[in-house]
């Protein structure tokens, strides 16, 4: 049956913007993904909390089709992230990382969970990445998010669950150090030969470009009036385009054919929209309230916006 | 008759980047313009260069259709630039700037350019780019190029300019200044409101935003495999924009139809094609051995690389 298994963190944040500041939230890479994709397909969670993570919060994320079996709970408390924006939200400051109980993770994933359709491993350790691959079974597709510290600390064990994977995303600052070249082009030849089929590069403001086998689609961010508050924004990008990829997949049936290029494009502009609604309020308050007709019309403003004629 | 006046420098660039050095090369923003733009529509020239400014590159733009009588010739050396680039090409460093004759340049538009249908006033002074506009004859179209420097310096005399002009090109960070706007939605809305009814933003490699009467445009900057020389790339972009729009409008005939929204976005396209061709090699290199057949190929290229089907 199509459904999403993510597996990241589940977190409070403290957010600092220009316009406010939020105490402790509910955020986390698995937060933000899981909404996102809930839109589309059932999601599975997996991740840890501690002794300190209310209830409220699972019951949240579990009356928008996310099953929450695969939530562990773990004696300590639960990570803990503390960041700063200055005006220019692309750019921000750290004040604080705890990782608590997320230090110790190590996914389980529930036995129900384990026919996932698509999966969707946030940023942990690529150790665990795999780990979580040796649990489940032949899924459809695998997409994998990582970052500069285990392109730094563990690149040959990241290098392994590569290989297994259809979809990589990052930004482009990680596409450069994981490839060693600086031209955007040549990076992403050199990291589809590591493994992944499809890259997507997210760049912030400056939108998302896609390099695949039918060659490279590029869309931009939907330039809002108030981008109040970016935290989640590529996360929940993600969870829009593999959301959004799986739906398409499901009609299709099992004959693959939804893992098309133009799905794919599609896929993007959906998670760029996601992720256009995300930035508008801190946490996942903005996601929480949303309907289905308001992302398909701001979908159709991202094609108005960058649709034109043949000469 | 449609033509494209254009007043702004022309001068001689020594260039670094990490594939090479080029000496003492062709370079300037009217003759970057001037043979993207001859691409559509006959360009009519308006700059200063001194004694040692060479013969042959006088007619290697007069070669292409671009009429060279407004070149001035003055007692001195032409205008000299050097720079430099590191592999981050978005980032360049000013090593030398002579102005030389360039300093004391003081337009003077000859009675045949004084019916241009088109005009595009180069980066120059704003108390300069008002002198032209005083002497020519109700163009259908006024351009704008400006720069930091004269945000800071002669911010008075550049809202005079601006009151006059239909189209303002300007990167993103000279719109933030120019507003006092972070956000660059509330930005463009500031500065439609000094008198340009269309803002078109160049952002480098991260392509062009427009702001119009009818809502907003993205395209992408193409994603090239070898980006050489990025000199030239911004002027070579207004070329082709408003040479193509020129063109589009020359076929509307005088109701004016052609400055459509549909035409600007196509134009914006444009420019980028044409500026894609630019920075793949020195000075121009690229642009001289272009032909009609690569510009319609590549914007077909770059139809591909946004394109996506509705939901």
Not at 270 to 280: H, N
């Amino acid at each position: 049956m199509t459904s999403i298994l993510v597996v990241g963190s589940v977190a409070y944040d403290t957010v600092e913007t220009p316009f406010g500041r939020a105490e402790r939230v509910l955020g986390g890479s698995a937060s933000f993904f899981s909404l996102a994709a809930s839109f589309f397909v059932p999601v599975n969670l997996v991740a840890v909390v501690g002794t300190d993570f209310a209830q409220e919060h699972v019951d949240r994320l579990a009356a928008h089709n996310i099953d929450m079996e695969g939530l562990q709970r773990a004696d300590g408390l639960s990570f803990f992230w503390e960041g700063r924006y200055s005006f220019d939200l692309n750019a921000r400051e750290t004040v604080r990382t705890d990782l608590n109980v997320f230090q110790s993770f190590r996914p389980r994933i529930p036995e129900k969970y384990r026919h996932s359709s698509h999966v969707f491993l946030g940023n942990i350790d690529p150790v665990l990445q795999q780990e979580v691959l040796d649990q489940v079974e032949r899924p459809r597709l695998v997409a994998l998010d990582t970052m500069n510290f285990w392109i730094e600390g563990r690149l040959d064990e990241l290098k392994k669950a590569l290989r297994r994977v259809d979809v990589l995303l990052i930004n482009d600052a990680e596409a450069r150090q994981l490839s060693g070249e600086w031209n955007i082009v040549k990076a992403a030849r050199a990291i589809r030969a590591l493994g992944p089929r499809t890259l997507v590069l997210k760049k912030g403001e400056h939108g998302v470009l896609m390099f695949g086998e039918d060659g490279s689609f590029s869309a931009p961010a939907y330039p809002l009036e108030q981008v109040f508050d970016p935290t989640g924004a590529g996360d929940t990008f993600a969870g829009g385009f593999l959301g959004y990829l799986a739906s398409v997949q499901a009609q299709a049936g099992a004959a693959d054919r939804g893992y098309d290029d133009e799905a794919l494009r599609r896929a993007v502009v959906m998670g760029s929209t996601l992720a256009s609604f995300c930035v508008e309020a801190f946490s996942l308050d903005r996601l929480l309230a949303l309907t289905r007709a308001e992302i398909d019309e701001r979908f159709r403003l991202f094609k108005r916006l960058t649709q034109f004629e043949s000469i």
